[in-house]
């Protein structure tokens, strides 16, 4: 049987060092303070930004909520965001996805000062992530990274597997990957066989949105498997995109769905909200 990478427990001590470092900012008369977008009313995008807003609560961290009507323009959202990014007690913005359809979401976070982009989703953030340059990074790659070293795994030389390419999650964490030495496969919709390419991965991180998408046989024996899936199912209850059972019986480790990634994204919010604080209030 597998070991749990407890994400919630993690969570909790990540959290834990927030506050402090929150608690010698305000000693220096700065409050650390993160607005968040929520644009329309989108139960589970509601749910999502509710959770973060009370995060931030529960560690000194100010929230300053906005929502933006679904018939807003994009237009309308850039404005909104010049105007909240121009706040100096407001130092990291963040905008919670998807947008509505309408719109043009390059836009919307192009709009974001890369030094409050504390979802590391700008280009210029993006970039500075490939090229290995300091820079926010995005929330969850920094949860599941925490996660792998706090259990001491091994990542040089390994071979890593990333299923899903978003700019969220799959791409920038097969990048931290690399900067740690892993041998990196990033797969996708279109991956071929997807079957033998999990097969081969010591290290698995499953980021495709898919509800159990990576059957338990086709893990490697003794591999370490991150399921970064968080699906509701018809029955209510959440699963991730691998096999729980199955999987677990053949790895050496795994996260849980719920349980695992989902609490450190929101901590490692944290952490780049008061990160970004810290940087505008000089280092
Ligand atoms: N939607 C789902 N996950 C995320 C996230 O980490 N950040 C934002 N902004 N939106 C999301």
Known sequence: MATI????????RVREEVRGRVEELLRRGVTPGLATILVGDDPASKIYVGTKQKACSE????????????????????????????KPEIHGILVQLPLPRHIDEERVIEAIPPAKDVDGLTTVNQGK??????????????????????ASLPLK?????????????????????????AT?????????DLAAEVGRADLLVAAAGQAGLVK???VKPGAVVIDVGINRGEDGKLRGDV???????RASAITPVPGGVGPMTVAMLLSNAVEA?????GG
């Open 277 to 281: 604080a810290a940087m505008q209030a």
């Open 243 to 249: 096999e729980f059972g199955p999987a677990s019986e």
């Open 157 to 181: 030389g390994v071979s890593a597997v990333v299923v899903g390419r978003s700019k969220l999650v799959g791409k920038p964490v097969a990048f931290l990957l690399l900067e740690q030495h």
């Open 5 to 12: 990478l407890d994400g919630k427990a993690l969570a909790k």
């Open 129 to 150: 992530l490939v090229t290995g340059a300091r820079g926010l990074r995005p929330c969850t790659p920094l949860g599941i990274m925490r996660l792998i070293a706090e």
């Open 184 to 192: 990196v496969t990033m797969c996708h919709s279109r991956t071929r």
């Open 59 to 86: 560690v000194g961290i100010r929230s300053f909520g906005f929502a933006p009507q679904a018939t807003s323009s994009t237009e309308d959202l850039v404005r909104l965001i010049h105007e909240v990014a121009a």
């Open 216 to 218: 338990g046989e086709w």
